[in-house]
């Protein structure tokens, strides 16, 4: 089992900056891959960037440039530093790990947190 834990959500200015982070209740050197998804209401959650056990990384294209995921593992934690805010990014956001089992991947999310840029 990986319990999340998100913080540093919060209400930013247009041009702001926020740092989320994620931490792992286990080693996240036994995790395969870790990563920051968000959804806003009435619709679908989607990718936002996503880090590798090895270090490699991916980004949607409406924040690359801006958003920078990184890892600490010797803290267990996640971090997206969110910089340039626009208001297009309020969402919850919701840290997601990836574990591959004998059986396929299994997806362990966090409980959320939220993310509010005002105009």
């Known amino acids: 089992q990986v319990q999340l834990v998100e913080s540093g959500g919060g209400l930013v200015q247009t041009g702001g900056s926020l740092r989320l982070s994620c931490a792992a209740s286990r080693s996240i050197n036994s995790i395969n891959a870790m990563g920051w998804y968000r959804q806003a209401p009435g619709n679908q959650r989607d990718l936002v960037a996503t880090i590798t056990s090895g270090g490699g990384t991916t980004y949607a294209d409406s924040v690359k440039g801006r958003f920078t995921i990184s890892r600490d593992n010797a803290k267990n934690t996640v971090y997206l530093q969110m910089n340039s805010l626009k208001p297009e990014d309020t969402a919850v956001y919701y840290c997601?790990?990836?574990?591959?089992?004998?059986?396929?991947?299994?997806?362990?999310w966090g409980q959320g947190t939220q993310v509010t840029v005002s105009s």
């Open positions: 997601n790990a990836v574990r591959m089992m004998a059986w396929g991947p299994r997806n362990y």
